[in-house]
């Protein structure tokens, strides 16, 4: 623990100006980013004595061992900093919310010729129009299906469109009036986008239009006489209209605005977001995260907004956002929502009427999310400070083991050998710190061998490391801070590291750290024949109790790191038997590879291809055509498939593998 006092800057060095300042441990690591608007201010007030200090600001800057800053020029610029770094960092001391599910969002591939609706999870993709999120999947393609016979857009794969294009027949969906089927040439892509861009506007809350513009041609046809269309047409707007009601109206029909309520206690935070778009909830999400930092409503609000549109642009952010509480830099917050979409962004608290009531209801579900998480978190906590405590007192350790690492060795009779390190800190899975290695001093089939080689390999790793942040220096030369600080991938060492296997294994993985002159780090094995646990030395296995909490955890880290060996060993032989044609031609490369069998569509029709039609493809030149042509002559073609059910010969119409 490390006093504040010995790395408090002098009197005089830090400006009285805004900036983002940023605390570091003994490993360099940055543990705590901040902006102030007075960095002289805001920095002295964590240098006072412990007792002053609010617990968890005091832990802080006691694990702390150093702090520097950045000087900016406005506050807005220091709120796009402090994100950037919090992003790029992961402090640990840091609020940051986590999402409690991997929400869907409908999707429109705007940056595709023939945009497609779809189903979408994960980051979002330029060129791409998201409307949600939905708390389940099926609501989307509820509504979607309501739709379609309105806006009939693509919504088959890339692989599907292309079949159909080259049968020359559309599916079914093309058939029963739910696709305009432009894969056959029934519309042109300009007229299929046009369709895309009315479904996007119906989504984005644009709804009065459409449904008057039907009713009028509605009118229209039933007094043309033209009853079967008039009756189409009162179809289509009785499937908008239920396609509405399946989003609630809750305020005015042009309220674009996102709520965002809170519940919190002195552990932990939950956050609610209603998303409401042309008056109607159109999504929903919530978060949830630990108060590391000594943080009020409104700095929990501000992580919020942060987390919530720092990779947002244009609409995604609305023209209002209520809060329940301002952030303390409030305007320049505005500001930077405001630059985000490009126009000016309301945030304020509601007072009063519709939005005020709709509030209420945000923060209802708020405070019933964090019941919930703390219902089930609470056993999760205990059994996982039990487990921990239970590893620690088998294997006779000072402390609980807070970091584990496990190994595993994989291959397939010999060959492919790989290995896996996964990472589990207070007793959850860190995947973002999981690692794969490929086994280099030798081939063939050794698991002993390969489990010294990747200790030691990894080990190195933590050694240099190390070393290169002045940690463990024998020059005594430090670099540059602003170079170093970003987490590293072998940068923090292991309570106790974990081998998959016996005696052997745990003896091979303990001469690999005492090789390296590491003696802090305790190793033990997991057999899976009887799960029994083995210590380096001991003729005789740790025994724990089949119904221990902590025999669990570490069969779970010893199960996770042998399922990520064997995706990764899977991996590796699957590229090596993945072979071509193609591969045999000097010089060409996955790239080129890629452009002749979009070009031609596959293999087959390459090999028909003349040396000039391959030259148009972009960036073959006729040398390069002429080797490819060459090297598919002396391949033999594949054997047809064929269908075990009828007998029939299957055409090899699909993509080749470049």
């Not at 360099?28 to 609010?54: D, E, W």
């Not at 409690?100 to 999870?121: C, G, H, I, W």
């Not at 998303?275 to 999504?283: A, D, E, T």
């Not at 807070?402 to 996964?422: K, N, P, T, Y």
């Amino acid at each position: 623990m490390a006093d504040p006092s010995s790395y408090r800057p002098k009197p005089g060095q830090i400006p009285d100006s805004p900036g983002v300042y940023k605390f570091r441990d003994e490993h360099r690591r940055v543990i705590y980013v901040g902006k102030a608007k007075s960095l002289r201010q805001r920095l002295a007030n964590y240098f006072q004595p412990l007792t002053s200090l609010h617990p968890r600001t005091a832990t802080m800057v006691t694990t702390a061992a150093s702090v520097e800053w950045t000087v900016v020029s406005t506050e807005v610029e220091a709120l796009q900093l402090e994100y950037s770094w919090i992003k790029e960092y992961d402090p640990r001391f840091n609020v940051k919310y986590r999402d409690d599910k991997s929400y869907p969002y409908l999707a429109v591939t705007m940056n595709e010729e023939f945009p497609r609706v779809q189903v979408l999870r994960g980051h979002k993709k330029k060129g791409v129009r998201y409307f949600g999120p939905y708390a389940h999947a099926w609501a989307i393609r509820e509504t979607v299906d309501l739709m379609l016979r309105v806006f009939p857009v693509r919504t088959c794969s890339a692989g599907v469109f292309r079949n159909a294009a080259s049968a020359g027949r559309p599916c079914l969906l093309g058939y029963i009036g739910k696709c305009s089927a432009p894969c056959v040439g029934r519309v042109t892509p300009q007229e299929h986008r046009e369709l895309a861009e009315e479904f996007s506007d119906f989504m984005a809350g644009r709804t009065g239009t459409y449904i008057r513009r039907l009713e009028k041609q509605m009118m229209l046809a039933a007094e043309d006489m033209e009853y079967e269309r008039a009756g189409r047409l009162r179809d289509d707007i009785e499937a908008l209209r239920r396609a509405m009601e399946k989003s609630a109206v809750v305020l005015a029909d042009a309220t674009d605005a996102d709520l965002i309520a809170l519940a919190e206690d002195e552990l932990e935070a939950a956050v609610q977001i209603f998303h409401v778009r042309g008056g109607r909830v159109r999504g929903q999400r919530g978060w949830v995260t630990d108060k590391v930092e000594a943080v009020d409503t409104a700095g929990l609000v501000e992580h919020a907004l942060q987390q919530l549109y720092g990779e947002e642009t244009g609409d995604s952010v609305p023209k209002e956002v209520l809060v329940p509480a301002l952030p303390e830099a409030a305007e320049a917050v505005t500001a930077w929502l405001s630059g985000r979409r490009g126009s000016n962004v309301s945030l304020r608290i509601p007072q009063r009427g519709d939005k005020k009531d709709l509030m209420e209801t945000v923060a209802r579900n708020a405070q019933q999310a964090l019941v919930l998480h703390k219902t089930k978190r609470a056993s999760d906590l205990t059994t996982r400070s039990r487990a921990l405590e239970e590893i620690a007192e088998a294997l006779g350790l000072d402390s609980a083991p807070l970091r584990i690492e496990c190994f595993d060795i994989s291959h397939l009779q010999g060959e492919d050998v790989v290995a896996s390190m996964v990472v589990f800190e207070d007793g959850l899975p860190r995947k973002s710190e999981y690692r794969r290695f490929q086994i280099k001093g030798f081939e063939g089939q050794d698991d002993v061998r390969s489990m010294h080689e990747v200790i030691g390999r990894r080990f190195k790793r933590y050694l240099a490391e190390k070393e290169k942040t002045g940690e463990w220096d024998p020059e005594g030369v430090v670099e540059d801070p602003e170079e170093s600080g970003r987490p590293k991938r072998f940068a923090y060492p292991p309570q106790l590291v974990v081998v998959d296997g016996g005696q052997p294994q745990v003896a091979a993985a303990r001469r690999a750290l005492d090789e390296l002159g590491i003696s802090d780090i305790a190793v033990c094995g997991l057999a899976k024949r009887l799960e029994e646990v083995w210590l380096p030395g001991d003729d005789d296995p740790v025994v724990l109790p089949r119904s221990s909490e902590g025999l669990y955890l570490l069969q779970r880290v010893r199960d996770t790191a042998h399922d990520f060996a064997i995706r990764y060993q899977r991996s590796k032989r699957a590229k090596r038997i993945r072979t071509s044609p193609l591969d045999a031609v000097p010089g060409l490369g996955d790239t080129r590879k890629q452009a002749l069998i979009k070009h031609f569509g596959s293999v087959k029709r390459l090999r028909q291809a003349t040396i000039e039609q391959i030259c148009e493809v972009p960036g073959m030149g006729r040398k390069t055509a002429e080797a490819v042509v060459v090297a598919l002559a002396q391949a033999a073609p594949a054997a047809p498939a064929v269908n075990t059910a009828t007998g029939e010969i299957m055409e090899d119409d699909g993509g080749g593998t470049a």
